[in-house]
């Protein structure tokens, strides 16, 4: 007799479906927008977007300041400033506006000092070809933010949110010529036996397209060689003792690095900093920081 | 082909389950991620029971080994050794133990001397249960350019922040913050604005340079720091210190706003009085923080206005300020509503319902002991710990010195105690900060 998949397909929809909008409905006061970025071969990677933000980034219009009810209690909405536009088309990100996530205004680049963490930490890696290399390759010669995730991660204030920040960063130096040639991003796998090189290919294909900055994946051939580099960042991965835990098979606190030209780590983002515009601020301040020190080098002050 | 039916399926499930548990997840105040309230808003949260708390204890001649230790005492409700001593770790010598905290990643505690200015870093995650000593700063004044005194000791992503208390040049209270990576690297110090040294603030009426507590803001890029007294002060005995006017005019009357971000002092608050712990409020539309005055026992809100401009303002007096409770430790609730005040004087907690924070309440006292500091409550706000010691020096004498560990549960109406450690009658010391520990985390 042949079983009734047709009625079990249909089912488990509905089920879902329902579950959504129960959820949904506690939480109403909130809103979302919630991107599906769908790979080759069937994989499904969710960007979590910042309320009062488009998936483009694109600016917001200038608004009054939210409602208050009394001092220090504000409205749950979105509060977004916009700034003027001379400094929007010289800080595309300032276009994002404030969010009820990150509401402030992101310091002015070069205004602060981004003091040295540690060295960046080295090792053996394999690349989205296939090819080993070493993870110093992926740094050298530009400003970096490198981020350790997995793609089989459903935590969305985790890697989906550090992959929709990278990209929001990568879609914002699409129009800033500066962060394109002087930023790479580099997306390190911490679970090498998922995500090999052509799973990693297949599951970033959307993101690698376009201009702006470079934007390197990789990943390790086995946990042995992985656990060292993994040490050297401080990147704590455990495995949780159920594989099928709906958040994903492994626990870890989000770790955004920024490390300079010199292979020098300059600051650490998690989750509650994770903001594309403070991260951009600080590749600015890195910048000038550089053309300070060029300028200093040169005999004659540069004049 | 015959699969094609089943991804699809497959692909509603994930999207549908994933975004459930986006909206879930993100619906809860962005700040919601440590338990006991008070802790970093960048570390791993204990949700339900707590199962160890961690006491940093300073040593007490003639008591064990006289030295400072991490106790680690069992509460586990179900445990045969619930509400018991489990485990110590003796660090070797009185460096005056008072504060630590954890990491990011919340698998190692540090825990600070402030007076010896070390800084014993401890091992928390490979046994919960028996926390192992790893690693020891013993050189954080030179590092630091001279700040002495490490005293709180609070997590950003990958970094530790500390604040001093003194320096030594004099001793008294200007003093900085210090920046240490995970591993026990130093990375930079954060001067605080002094009235010749402003560094960019703006000074409501004076900087006194001083400091004590530090409390982040993420969502508003938002840092504060309170003010108590220099090394001078604090390592004196306690009677001869109120007897001398020189010394009590050296206390902390300020509260700065810093831009977490870039680590620049943005406004000095005058809060007279010693203003020492902070809490931030918790929900994501609150900004707005408390703090309590020692010398004229006050409640403080620092709060941001209609306008967009941070202030300050005494709210509420704690008890009879005349009498000078001394308000120590405070801890807020995880919903805002209700705020702890311990008073080490008298050794009272008073409850106060802060839900209108510019109108605080109070609405219940129970004395703890003859003296109390600390109060530590879980993050559903059902249980609650205090222990005794303020500083060596400090400390009751005599009968009225006592020194212990107290677990109740709180109701909301009434505290009942669940277990009584007597650190003096255990001869184990002075114990002072708590921390609390899981298996599952």
Not at chain 1, 270 to 296: A, F
Not at chain 2, 215 to 235: D, E, H, I, K, Q
Not at chain 2, 255 to 270: E, I, M, Q, Y
């Amino acid at each position: 007799m042949r079983r009734s998949s047709s009625r079990r397909g249909r089912a488990a929809p509905v089920v879902c479906v329902t579950l959504f909008l129960f959820v949904a409905a506690l939480i109403a006061y909130r809103v979302f927008s919630i991107v599906l970025i769908e790979g080759r071969g069937g994989d499904v990677a969710v960007a979590a977007i910042q309320p009062g933000q488009d998936g483009g980034g694109a600016g917001q219009p200038a608004s009054a300041s939210s409602t208050e009810h009394e001092e220090g209690v504000v409205d749950p909405v979105e509060s977004t400033t916009a700034r003027v536009e001379s400094d929007a088309i010289a800080r595309p990100e300032l276009a994002i506006g404030r969010t009820t996530e990150y509401d402030y205004d992101p310091p002015e680049p070069g205004s602060y000092t981004l003091p040295v963490i540690k060295p960046a930490g080295d090792g053996p890696v394999l690349r989205l070809d296939g090819k080993r290399g070493q993870l110093r390759e992926m740094i050298d010669g530009r400003i970096t933010v490198l981020s350790f995730i997995y793609t089989r991660c459903a935590d969305p204030t985790a890697c989906p949110y550090a992959m929709s920040t990278l990209h929001k960063i990568r879609t914002i130096s699409e129009q800033d010529a500066e962060i394109a040639e002087n930023l790479r991003l580099v997306t390190f796998s911490f679970d090498p036996d998922h995500d090999t090189p052509r799973t990693l290919a297949d599951y970033t294909k959307a993101l690698r397209r376009g201009d702006g900055a470079e934007w390197q994946f990789v990943t390790t051939e086995s946990g042995k060689e992985l656990s060292p580099i993994l040490e050297r960042y401080g990147q704590q991965v455990d495995r949780r003792k159920d594989p099928n835990h709906p958040l994903g098979p492994f626990s870890h606190l989000l770790r955004v690095y920024l490390i300079d030209r010199d292979g020098m780590i300059r600051n650490i983002y998690s989750s509650g900093m994770l903001d594309p515009r403070l991260v951009l601020t600080d590749v600015r301040t890195l910048l000038l920081e550089e053309q300070t020190r060029s300028k200093e080098a040169t005999p004659d002050g540069g004049t | 082909m015959k699969n094609r039916p089943r991804k699809n399926v497959q692909r509603v499930i994930l999207g549908s389950l994933v975004a459930a548990v986006a909206l879930v997840g993100l619906a809860m105040p962005a700040v919601t991620v440590a338990d006991e309230t008070c802790q970093s808003p960048y570390m791993p949260k204990i949700t339900g029971q707590e199962d160890f708390i961690y006491v940093w204890t300073l040593g007490v001649e003639g008591w064990g080994d006289g030295s400072d230790k991490l106790v680690t005492i069992d509460v586990r409700p179900d445990s045969k050794t619930y509400g018991t001593v489990i485990h110590s770790v003796s660090v070797g010598g009185r460096h005056e133990a008072h504060h630590g905290g954890f990491s990011d990643d919340r698998r190692h505690l540090w825990v600070s001397g402030l007076d010896s200015g070390k800084i014993f870093i401890f091992d928390v995650r490979t046994d919960p249960a028996a926390p192992k000593l790893t690693k020891t700063i013993d050189d954080f004044s030179k590092s630091s350019g001279g700040v002495v005194g490490p005293h709180t000791i609070y997590a950003l992503p990958g970094r530790l922040m500390i604040s001093g208390l003194s320096n030594d040049k004099d001793h008294g209270g200007p003093t900085a913050l210090v920046e240490y990576t995970n591993e026990g690297d130093f990375v930079a110090t954060h001067w605080l604005p002094t009235d010749t040294d402003p560094r960019g603030a703006d000074i409501e009426k004076v900087a006194d340079g001083y400091g004590y507590d530090i409390r982040v803001l993420p969502r508003r890029n938002a840092m504060l720091t309170s003010s108590f007294t220099g090394w001078s002060n604090y390592m004196m005995d306690f009677g001869q210190m109120l007897k001398d006017p020189e010394a009590m005019k050296r206390f902390g009357q300020t509260v700065t706003l810093w831009d977490l971000h870039s680590r620049k002092p943005k406004k000095v608050f005058h809060v007279p009085g010693a203003p020492l712990e902070i809490r931030w409020a918790l929900g994501p539309t609150h900004n707005y923080a408390f703090t309590t005055t020692a010398l004229t026992s006050q409640i403080w809100l620092i709060y941001e206005d209609s306008d967009g401009e941070w202030k300050s303002k005494a709210v509420a007096d704690i008890g009879d300020p005349s009498k000078i409770p001394l308000p120590v430790d405070i801890s807020l609730s995880s919903d805002d509503s209700t705020l702890f005040v311990d008073s080490f004087m008298d050794g009272k907690v008073r409850v106060f319902d802060v839900s209108d924070p510019h109108n605080p309440r109070q609405t219940y006292e129970k004395e703890i002991g003859s003296q109390v500091n600390m109060v530590s409550q879980s993050w559903d706000g059902k249980r609650l710990y205090f222990s005794s010691s303020l500083l060596a020096n400090w400390d009751k004498k005599g009968d009225a010195d006592e020194q212990f560990v107290k677990g109740y549960d709180w109701d909301g109406k009434e505290m009942t105690e669940k277990f009584s450690i007597d650190f003096a009658k255990e001869k184990i010391g002075r114990a002072h900060i708590m921390r609390f520990g899981a298996e599952d985390l």
